[in-house]
């Protein structure tokens, strides 16, 4: 167990260092048998998504100043405490060793006096820490809490909330291969249990590694997060129109549309790298459509000229809705990334716009929490757009929303969902 701490906790400063956690986990990476690397993703994903307050709680149990590495391995440890089921003398023997390894053996008495301090007196700890600050009590840098509070004054703490819980593995039922009730029947034969949620999807009761999952190889499904899945209904999609999805990697909503009609789907992106993601889902679904290399705020560099009835804009964003997905993105976003972001997809809806047939639909979607790159965005887009209408989105019952804006799932609901915002334009 020593060594796993070490290596998340290695994980946890190469993020703060700059690296993205996949990037950082692949670092330090030694090839180790799959139950100890799983180990070490579990604690570098967890303890970056409470790093406010398990940072906190480091600083205020140590006597003197901790280094930046000593820190870590605290804070992986007091997660690894808290949230999950490891015997808790056993988590501190081990950490207390993996002091050695991480290069600082004079600390190994101070870790030992810290942790088990802690277990004495966990509860009025934490109650201190979350006092002090509220970096500290919602685990996101104040900035984020700022624009969150002011963007959502009636759901700002839900949102927190959610995005340091634990997400849920959500599957996509490809109906060309298979429905979703016949998916979940052959998941349950197998020994994953499952439960429905929206059209297609099927939440994982006990989340297993994707490709160990029945039907994988087949193409039976796809993993996408319910709120994801939104996005290819409300295009509205009929067989042999022609439509666009501009900013296409990984693949995920680009099968979707495949999937759900006949369609002349042509797919793009800036990355080339990661169109080779798109391709290989496509070929695992057994779905076709174009794949080009193209950036979609510069349309004359891959554009044919023949107008598409539909467009998906998906558009690059600070991800700030998917953080219980991706931990690291808390920490590595900086405040002034919104603006930056912004810019961009502005410039997006003014290269694709015209790229629209009269009376077709734009469906501009993001992940993420922000006004400045939702409802904002949207509403200047419209003020310069006079052909733009914008039409009003009704979503099922069951889905929490604010406008476009989807909301936190209240626990135990069955459409558990990430942060998405949807707009969809009509050309008039």
């Avoid at 015997?87 to 023997?93: G, S, T």
């Avoid at 490809?174 to 297609?200: C, K, M, Y």
């Avoid at 757009?385 to 914008?390: G, H, K, Q, S």
Wanted: proline share 6%; aromatic share 6%.
């Amino acid at each position: 167990m020593q060594h796993e701490q070490r290596l998340a906790a290695l994980a946890v400063r190469k993020v703060h260092a700059g690296a993205t956690l996949p990037a950082a986990l692949a670092a330090v990476d030694d090839g180790a048998p799959t139950r100890g690397r799983a180990l070490v993703q579990e604690l570098a994903y967890g303890t970056l998504r409470h790093w406010g307050r398990l940072a906190a709680l480091a600083d205020a149990l140590s006597v003197r100043p901790l280094s930046d590495d000593v820190k870590a391995l605290v804070a992986v440890v007091l997660y690894q405490l808290d949230q999950t089921q490891a015997p808790a003398f056993a988590v501190v023997d081990q950490a207390v060793d993996a002091v050695v390894l991480v290069g600082r053996p004079q600390a190994k008495p101070a870790v030992n006096a810290m942790l088990r301090r802690y277990l004495r007196e966990r509860d009025a700890l934490n109650a201190q820490v979350a006092a002090a600050s509220p970096v500290a009590q919602w685990s996101y840098p104040r900035w984020w809490i700022g624009r969150v509070q002011a963007d959502h004054p009636a759901h700002w703490q839900a949102i927190l909330a959610a995005g340091n819980e634990r997400p849920p593995l959500t599957l996509r039922a490809n109906r060309r291969v298979t429905t979703r009730d016949a998916l979940g029947e052959r998941l349950l034969a197998a020994g994953f249990a499952s439960d429905p949620v929206g059209e297609h999807g099927l939440v994982v009761r006990a989340p297993r590694t994707v490709t160990e999952l029945p039907g994988y190889s087949d193409g039976a499904f796809s993993v996408q997060d319910a709120g994801a899945q939104l996005a290819a209904p409300l295009l509205a999609l009929e067989d042999g129109l022609r439509v666009l999805d501009a900013c296409a990697a990984p693949g995920g909503k680009a099968t979707h549309i495949a999937e759900l009609a006949d369609v002349d789907l042509m797919a793009i992106d800036r990355d080339a790298a990661r169109l080779v993601r798109v391709r290989e889902n496509l070929a695992r679904l057994r779905l076709s459509a174009r794949v080009a290399v193209g950036d979609a705020a510069a349309p004359a560099q891959w554009w044919d000229g023949v107008p598409f009835d539909r467009i998906l804009a998906d558009v690059p964003c600070t991800a700030s809705g998917v953080v219980r997905r991706h931990p690291d993105g808390k920490w590595l976003r900086r405040k002034t990334d919104v603006a930056a972001f912004a810019s961009q997809q502005q410039r997006i809806l003014a290269g694709l716009w015209p790229l629209l047939a009269p009376g077709g639909v734009l469906l501009y979607v993001t992940c993420s929490w922000f006004a400045a790159e939702n409802e904002l965005q949207i509403k200047d887009f419209l003020a310069r757009t006079p052909e733009a209408l914008r039409e009003t989105i009704i979503f099922a019952d069951d889905i929490p929303h604010a406008g476009g804006q989807l909301l936190p799932s209240v626990n135990g609901a069955g459409h558990n969902q990430d942060g998405f915002f949807y707009a969809r334009l009509r050309k008039g």
